[in-house]
């Protein structure tokens, strides 16, 4: 923060775009956003997230668009997640679940699975991480993985750099995910745009 040695870091904020730009490209708007906010990492991916559905001109009501969890577990996420479909009607249940970890998406499958929902034909699940779970009960896991291995890359080139020319010019350095494609996510038909009231009279 005070400018005085780079950094390198994943693009939290633009991960969350990304993943759920392809949610809602896959048909998806009706998105469940299965998070916990005790890093602030987390703050930053579901920035993005609400950057994305206002970029399809989608809401995002907290009642029914976010679940909190108080950690990153399964255990917890199966809880949080129980509870939410309990108090939701069946007509309003969401179509996808994004979950902010392998962990949380394997609680919420386990969830879906007693409460006897299917996946993907019923609700479709997709990871942010996907290293640590390729598959849930036997799906191979949608996800977008966060830059892991590179940051270390990335760091070691950045100290080379650094030792090599000691008056070089501070950078912060953000890293893209990558999105693994798998069967937990089902394609409901090709996501369309709806045009804005307020842009109607953009133009003569």
């Known amino acids: 923060r005070k400018m005085r040695l780079p950094s390198v870091s994943p693009d939290h904020r633009l991960i969350g775009e990304v993943a759920m ?20 990492t987390m703050e930053w991916r579901l920035q993005g997230i609400r950057e994305a559905l206002n970029a399809h001109n ?24 129980t509870e939410f479909l309990a108090q939701c009607p069946e007509e309003k249940r969401p179509t996808a679940i994004l979950a902010g970890g392998d962990f949380m998406a394997l609680g919420a499958m386990n969830a879906l699975q007693r409460a006897g929902i299917r ?55 953000l890293l893209h995910g990558t999105m693994a494609l798998n069967a937990s996510v089902k394609r409901l038909r090709a996501s369309r745009t709806p045009a804005r009231g307020d842009e109607e009279k953009l133009y003569d």
């Open 58 to 81: 989608l809401p995002f009501d907290e009642t029914c668009h976010l679940l909190l969890a108080n950690g990153f577990s399964a255990a917890e996420s199966e809880r949080a997640l």
């Open 21 to 40: 730009h392809y949610l809602i490209e896959q048909g998806h708007h009706n998105i469940l956003n299965l998070v916990c906010l005790r890093r602030y």
């Open 119 to 173: 996946v993907p034909q019923d609700i479709s699940i997709m990871s942010i991480d996907g290293f640590n779970l390729l598959a849930l009960h036997d799906i191979p896991l949608t996800s977008l993985h966060v830059p892991r291995d590179e940051l270390g890359e990335e760091a070691i080139r950045l100290l080379q750099q650094r030792l090599a020319s000691p008056l070089r010019p501070a950078s912060n350095i």
